[in-house]
């Protein structure tokens, strides 16, 4: 049987089209997504695209950094939970989903120990505590003792209820003997707001948040709550006289599922890129510091960072639904 022309090129269409159809399933199957459980332009979604860059060199596949947010970021947790076993996907967590939320929650649809496994720790961040600037203090001693003199007036603002910087603002109160009220705020904005308006005297956030405003005159940092000053004008509280250390983290993890081969490769390439100097001065330009981990070295910090803040979250009473 002769077959037409136009029949011949309908057919060729055809097929070329099925295995265009075919490769890009292929691809999209070989892209491996890096979940962000928040929003664009945040201090971990920018950790995200750093590593990002460089990983998707060193797999030689895609990497689609990919935000999903919802929930104060346990949407993006439970999502990934129900995706397949094989889903070819990881996702960038910090304490409040992995360490804070199961302790406060009655329930948040994922169990961090069974659900998902860590890869590697890519970095640090810590808190700074700051007044406003008709708070008539200079240095962290100062307004320790502002405090004891106006109780009815020295509240803590914190960026949300239940947020690592609110357990932060518990310890300081329990290190330095006082009982100043904390007031969780919708977000870092709202809070810094009120600081610069004087409508709250102190406010504790991430140290990347609120340095630009410090910079600026608008509010004043009168400390950082690492081991290390993380801004050399600005001294620690250990360095104030208080024995008050804490910091929060990004960690890459894999679905509980992932085969052990591929997820030690992924952590062994995070790590590397960890070292890499371009690498680092980005992280060190955003105010966070890099950190280069091993897959034990990560989960050993977790069960550390649980055991010094589970008993401060769970001596504060808070529960939601």
């Not at 120990?113 to 590697?120: E, K, P, R, T």
């Amino acid at each position: 049987m002769t077959m037409y022309p136009t029949k011949r090129l309908m057919l060729a269409a055809l097929l070329s089209t099925s295995l265009l159809s075919i490769t890009g399933v292929q691809a999209q199957d070989n892209n491996l997504r890096l979940i962000v459980p928040y929003p664009p332009g945040g201090s971990t979604d920018l950790a995200a695209r750093i590593v990002a860059n460089e990983l998707q060199t060193r797999l030689g596949s895609n990497v689609v950094v990919e935000n999903m947010v919802g929930a104060g970021g346990r949407l993006a947790m439970q999502n990934i939970k129900r995706m397949p076993a094989d889903a070819n996907v990881l996702v960038i967590a910090n304490p409040a989903l992995i360490t804070v939320a199961p302790l406060v929650f009655k329930s948040t649809g994922y169990d961090p120990d069974a659900d998902f496994q860590a890869l590697s720790q890519v970095s640090i961040y810590e808190f700074g505590v700051a007044v406003g600037t008709a708070v008539p203090v200079r240095e962290f001693p100062h307004m320790m003792a502002w405090i004891k003199a106006n109780p009815e007036k020295a509240n803590f603002g914190v960026p949300a209820t239940g947020s690592l910087p609110h357990f932060f603002a518990l310890m300081v109160n329990k290190a330095t003997n006082t009982n100043s009220l904390v007031i969780g705020y919708k977000g870092s904005a709202p809070l810094n707001t009120d600081l610069m308006g004087g409508h709250v005297p102190v406010a504790i956030d991430t140290v990347d948040t609120m340095l630009p405003l410090h910079l600026a005159g608008k509010i004043k940092i009168l400390g950082t709550s690492g081991e290390k000053r993380s801004v050399p004008t600005i001294p620690t509280l250990k360095e104030s006289g208080f024995n008050i250390a804490a910091t929060g983290w990004n960690v890459i993890f894999a679905k509980s599922s992932m085969p052990a081969d591929k997820a030690a490769r992924i952590a062994k390439e995070v790590a590397a890129i960890m070292q890499l100097p371009a690498v680092r001065d980005k992280f060190i330009n955003a105010k966070a510091e890099p950190i280069s981990s091993t897959q034990q070295q990560t989960k050993d910090m977790l069960s550390k960072f649980k055991a010094q803040w589970q008993p401060v979250i769970q001596q504060s009473g808070l529960k939601f639904d």
